[in-house]
């Protein structure tokens, strides 16, 4: 799918599409905009439902004020065009009103971006825009001043979000990834005390390139090859859908065979990511013309150091990662799936996925099928696809319950009796 060469009106169908279905906007509330080439804006209508929006809802307005279309422009207009005043190197405008980035406007605070690396690579710096009548000239220039600024990602006090980008989908995914840090941040500060990352820290993962590699070419795709692409894809996407990757984050890998094992490319939107987009990795070289997952040679460790592992995921859901940003230690002793799913999860220090990778690799047992590690991501292997995406969906949703359940009481284990006997009657390592 090439996002670029779609008309400015299907660009924002799509994206609000994603949007309200992801549940960051109502029927109702939040608005797109996309300036063209000839000056003139694409904005979403006034007054029409954002879950069903077509190309013909979406309304063109042009450089002399001259509206073409059968609605009116948003009623936020105002604010997205002295955007554009201020800033003529920004070609797309997202706002809407995410409920955990609301929480944040209506506290007036701004998220912690310090949590995982990603963020701060994603979003830049975050600034805060004083209330105003929505709809408002006086609101547009307070908005427009924070742009000024040098900024993209504005929260609106007691609003929402209005996020700038040179195309509508990188205003999407600082959109996307300023909303995963709010949650997560939420998240976290319900068990425990933040912990975040030095400048510093930051820098070691945006200095980690896409490892050099040597290119091979694809001859042909073996049947089994096929249907791991076909099957990888399907969970991909599904991971998407339930929030467990966001469109730059989330890694899928399956092994072909001892020496060749397909992965997620680099930079591809999950939600639409397709089979011929994945890379084949053979002993140390990649497909041709591609470029895999900068955690290409970690996957490549894992696999040599254990013929167990079939498949492994790289990810960063925000339950789980709450226990990954503070010193809380996820406990999967909570309910018997949980148990017998995740077992014990041991927590690395941060860089240690790319500092020492081989170390790393090597804290993989069949008891421990999943490592965590601090302020950056959950590793989990399985001896399939769907086993390890199982394992990963467990992992989360068992994060979550043990999150809500400290506004309910205190946490009971299962006792050491009950886990003898699971092992037993599961012939659990």
């Known amino acids: 799918m090439n996002f670029k060469l779609m008309h400015p009106a299907q660009q924002i169908v799509m994206i609000m599409e994603r949007i309200y279905g992801y549940g960051m906007t109502t029927t109702s509330g939040g608005n797109l905009s996309i300036m063209d080439e000839d000056g003139n804006m694409w904005i979403s209508p006034a007054g029409v439902d954002k879950g069903s929006l077509t190309m013909k809802d979406i309304v063109c307005v042009r450089p002399d004020g001259t509206t073409i279309g059968i609605h009116k422009p948003s009623s936020e207009f105002p604010f997205h065009r002295l955007i554009y005043k201020a800033r003529p190197d920004?070609?797309?405008?997202?706002?809407?009103?995410?409920?955990?980035?609301?929480?944040?406007?209506?506290?007036?605070?701004?998220?912690?971006?310090?949590?995982?690396?990603?963020?701060?690579?994603?979003?830049?710096?975050v600034g805060i825009a004083e209330y105003g009548l929505p709809g408002s000239t006086e609101l547009g220039e307070k908005i427009a001043g924070v742009f000024k600024k040098g900024l993209n990602t504005v929260i609106l006090e007691n609003h929402g979000i209005a996020v700038g980008g040179e195309s509508l989908f990188k205003a999407f995914m600082a959109f996307e990834t300023l909303d995963f840090c709010a949650r997560l941040e939420i998240d976290a500060r319900r068990i425990g005390r933040l912990r975040t990352l030095s400048s510093e820290s930051i820098e070691i993962s945006k200095n980690k390139n896409n490892p050099e590699m040597k290119d091979f070419t694809v001859k042909s795709y073996s049947p089994r090859e096929r249907e791991i692409r076909r099957e990888m894809c399907l969970l991909i996407h599904r991971a998407y859908n339930q929030k467990l990757f966001t469109s730059t984050q989330g890694t899928f890998s399956q092994k072909i065979d001892d020496h060749s094992f397909v992965i997620t490319p680099y930079g591809v939107d999950r939600k639409y990511i397709a089979e011929e987009d994945l890379v084949r990795i053979t002993g140390g070289e990649k497909e041709e013309g591609k470029t895999p997952s900068r955690s290409v040679l970690l996957h490549?460790?894992?696999?040599?150091?254990?013929?167990?592992?079939?498949?492994?995921?790289?990810?960063?859901?925000?339950?789980?990662?709450?226990?990954?940003?503070?010193?809380?230690?996820?406990?999967?002793?909570?309910?018997?799936?949980?148990?017998?799913?995740?077992?014990?999860?041991?927590?690395?220090?941060?860089?240690?996925?790319?500092?020492?990778?081989?170390?790393?690799?090597?804290?993989?047992?069949?008891?421990?099928?999943?490592?965590?590690?601090?302020?950056?991501?959950?590793?989990?292997?399985?001896?399939?696809?769907?086993?390890?995406?199982?394992?990963?969906?467990?992992?989360?949703?068992?994060?979550?319950?043990?999150?809500?359940?400290?506004?309910?009481?205190?946490?009971v284990e299962i006792s050491g009796q009950h886990i003898d006997a699971l092992k037993v009657a599961f012939k659990l390592p």
Request: aromatic share 6%.
């Open 90 to 125: 920004l070609k797309s405008i997202v706002h809407a009103h995410p409920p955990a980035l609301v929480a944040f406007s209506i506290v007036r605070k701004i998220p912690e971006t310090s949590l995982i690396p990603n963020i701060q690579l994603v979003c830049g710096g």
């Open 300 to 411: 490549q460790e894992i696999y040599r150091q254990h013929s167990h592992v079939d498949s492994i995921i790289i990810a960063h859901p925000p339950n789980i990662m709450a226990f990954a940003v503070t010193d809380e230690i996820f406990d999967s002793r909570t309910i018997p799936e949980s148990y017998i799913m995740l077992r014990s999860i041991p927590k690395l220090p941060y860089g240690s996925n790319i500092l020492n990778q081989e170390d790393t690799a090597s804290r993989f047992k069949p008891d421990t099928p999943i490592i965590m590690l601090e302020n950056d991501c959950v590793i989990v292997t399985g001896n399939s696809l769907l086993n390890a995406f199982d394992r990963l969906e467990v992992l989360e949703y068992s994060a979550k319950a043990v999150i809500a359940s400290r506004s309910l009481g205190d946490l």
